[in-house]
Antibody
Framework: QVQLQQWGAGLLKPSETLSLTCAVY????????WSWIRQPPGKGLEWIGE???????NYNPSLKSRVTISVDTSKNQFSLKLSSVTAADTAVYYC???????????????????WGQGTTVTVSS | DIQMTQSPSSLSASVGDRVIITCRAS??????LNWYQQKPGKAPKLLIYAASSLQSGVPSRFSGSGSGTDFTLTISSLQPEDFATYYCQQSYSTPRSFGQGTKVEIK
């Protein structure tokens, strides 16, 4: 049973860099996309970005200038860094595994099937 | 970027009711549509991928349909554990955007 365990600083000051790490236990690291998603208090989900085991990344353009997602395959971990944070970055941050499934022998379809427990990050002076 | 719009934003229903939630994409996404369930204080859970494929372990009372721009999530007979917020997500292209959510409350 694959599990994701995430950690990182929960309280930041404006202009600091958010740093979170997610470790993968009980499963393979290769062959999947490893994602970060956030949820501001009382609001919906926002996709931040993803990385595959080779280090290829996709980022949300709204955050791209401030986001870096990296992977450490030797430790089965991936990380999120978000620079120059403001109060608008206050949210619960989730890591997640994205898999792809072949449907009707036609194409592969993507979904986030394993999630971390979430980390609450508050940005306040 | 593809915008995802869900309706309604919230609904009240009783145990045993049939519930339908709609999701519309701002452009065609074929069948690249997922549905997630989120309970308060918990991470989302994948229910359906590829618009209509049930994720392993998800009860059969959940079903999805649609393609192109219009999709639905149906709960055939609402159970007490189904009261939650539901999100659609497109996986057609990045950024992999979510709908704003539909909160299903007890009537």
């Amino acid at each position: 049973q694959v599990q994701l365990q995430q950690w990182g600083a929960g309280l930041l000051k404006p202009s600091e860099t958010l740093s979170l790490t997610c470790a993968v236990y009980g499963g393979s690291f290769s062959g999947y996309y490893w994602s970060w998603i956030r949820q501001p208090p009382g609001k919906g989900l926002e996709w931040i970005g993803e990385i595959d085991h080779s280090g290829s990344t996709n980022y949300n353009p709204s955050l791209k200038s401030r986001v870096t997602i990296s992977v450490d395959t030797s430790k089965n971990q991936f990380s999120l860094k978000l620079s120059s944070v403001t109060a608008a970055d206050t949210a619960v941050y989730y890591c997640a595994r994205a898999d792809e499934w072949l449907v009707q022998q036609v194409d592969y379809y993507y979904g986030m099937d394993v999630w971390g427990q979430g980390t609450t990050v508050t940005v306040s002076s | 970027d593809i915008q995802m719009t869900q309706s309604p934003s919230s609904l009240s229903a009783s145990v045993g009711d049939r519930v339908i939630i709609t999701c519309r994409a701002s452009q065609s996404i074929s069948s690249y549509l997922n549905w997630y369930q989120q309970k308060p204080g918990k991470a989302p859970k994948l229910l359906i991928y590829a618009a209509s494929s049930l994720q392993s372990g998800v009860p059969s009372r959940f079903s999805g349909s649609g393609s192109g721009t219009d999709f639905t999530l149906t709960i055939s007979s609402l159970q007490p554990e189904d009261f939650a917020t539901y999100y659609c997500q497109q996986s057609y292209s990045t950024p992999r955007s979510f709908g704003q959510g539909t909160k299903v409350e007890i009537k």
